[in-house]
C-alpha cells in the first residue's frame, strides 16, 4: 500500500487531497494543528489507514519529532504533500504587517524546507519518491497587495525546480502546483477571519475548487514512474491577466 504524508490536511487543498487518495486506497499521514478537524476526518475516511500528526510546521524540532514518532508502517512515505501555507494581509508593502511577513515566510518557505528535507533521505535511499509543493499564481505573476505572499511562493517554485536538479539520477520526482483563485479557507486566513471580505473574493465568478485541484495532484501522481510533471498552472476560466496600469501626470492647464 502507497503511503502519503500531507501537511495542511485540515482543510482546503490538503484536506480534499486526503478524501480522493483514501478512496483510491492510500495510507495517510495527516498534519496540521487543529486536532479537532484532523480527528473527523480520520473518523470519516473510517476502514482507511491513518496516521495523524499534530504540529506546526514553523517549529523544526516538532517537525523531526513528528517524523522520529511515525509507526513503523507509516515511514516509507511515497508522496509528501507540502499543502500547508498561507497569506496574509493584501496592503502594499510600505504598510503591510511585518509579522504577517514573517509569519508567511516562516510557514511557506521555511516549513516546507524542515519538511522536504526530513522526508527526501528516505525517498532517496529507496529510489522512489514524490514531492508535489503548493506553489501558486502568485509566485509567477505580481499582483498589488502580494508582495511577501507572491514572494514566498516564487521560492517554492525555484525550490522545487532546483530539488530536480539536486535529485537527477535519484527516481525522486517533484512537482510544483501553481492554482490561481480557489474557494477554500484561504481568504477566511488572509483577511484575519473577516468572512464578509473572504466572501467577496469569490463573488460573481466560479473559483477553483478543493477537488479540482485534488483531481490535478492525484493526476499528477499517478503519472508513470519515468514521468515527471515540473508544473502546472491552472486558473479559474473567469480569472486571467489585464494590461499594465500606467500611473499619467495631469497636464498643466
Ligand atoms: P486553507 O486555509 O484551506 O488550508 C491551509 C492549511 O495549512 C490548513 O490545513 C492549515 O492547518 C495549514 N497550516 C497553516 N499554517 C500552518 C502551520 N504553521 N503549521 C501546520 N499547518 C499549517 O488553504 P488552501 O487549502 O487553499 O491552501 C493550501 C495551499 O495552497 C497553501 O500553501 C496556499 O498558499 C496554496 N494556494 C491556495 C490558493 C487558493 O486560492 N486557495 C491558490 C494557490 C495556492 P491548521 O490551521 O490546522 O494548522
Ligand atoms: C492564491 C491565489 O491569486 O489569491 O495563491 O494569490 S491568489
Redesign the pocket.
Known amino acids: 500500500m502507497n503511503t502519503i504524508l500531507i501537511?495542511?490536511?485540515?482543510?482546503?487543498?490538503?484536506?480534499a487531497c486526503a478524501q480522493l487518495f483514501a478512496a483510491n486506497g492510500w495510507r495517510l499521514i495527516l498534519?496540521?494543528?487543529?486536532k479537532d478537524?484532523l480527528e473527523a476526518l480520520a473518523e470519516e475516511l473510517s476502514g482507511v489507514s491513518v496516521h495523524i500528526a499534530v504540529?506546526?510546521?514553523?517549529d523544526g524540532r516538532m517537525v523531526r519529532k513528528m517524523y522520529s514518532e511515525l509507526p513503523e508502517e507509516f515511514r516509507r512515505i511515497d508522496i509528501l504533500l507540502n499543502?500547508?501555507?498561507?497569506?496574509l494581509g493584501m496592503q502594499p508593502a510600505q504598510t503591510a504587517d511585518l509579522i504577517d511577513w514573517e509569519t508567511m515566510v516562516d510557514?511557506?518557505i521555511k516549513?516546507l524546507m524542515y519538511m522536504t528535507r526530513m522526508i527526501l533521505p528516505g525517498m532517496v535511499e529507496r529510489g522512489q519518491g514524490q514531492v508535489i509543493n503548493?506553489?501558486?499564481?502568485?509566485g509567477n505573476w505580481p499582483y498589488p497587495g502580494g508582495n511577501a505572499y507572491g514572494g514566498t511562493?516564487a521560492f517554492v517554485r525555484q525550490f522545487s525546480m532546483n530539488l530536480r536538479a539536486d535529485l537527477h539520477g535519484t527516481g525522486v520526482r517533484v512537482t510544483n502546483i501553481?492554482?490561481?483563485?480557489?474557494?477554500?479557507?484561504?481568504s477566511v486566513?488572509r483577511f484575519h477571519g473577516d468572512k464578509d471580505r473572504a466572501d467577496s473574493v469569490y463573488a460573481g465568478m466560479t473559483p477553483?475548487s478543493?477537488a479540482d485541484i485534488a483531481e490535478t495532484i492525484y493526476w499528477v501522481a499517478s503519472r508513470p514512474s519515468h514521468v515527471n510533471i515540473n508544473a502546472i498552472e491552472i486558473m479559474p476560466v473567469a480569472q486571467s491577466w489585464g494590461p499594465f496600469p500606467i500611473h499619467r501626470e495631469e497636464k498643466e492647464k
Open positions: 501537511t495542511g490536511a485540515s482543510s482546503g487543498f490538503g484536506k498534519c496540521g494543528r487543529r478537524r504540529f506546526d510546521i514553523r499543502s500547508a501555507g498561507l497569506a510557514t511557506n516549513g503548493l506553489g501558486s499564481v502568485a511562493k501553481e492554482p490561481g483563485l480557489a474557494e477554500t479557507e484561504f486566513v477553483l478543493a
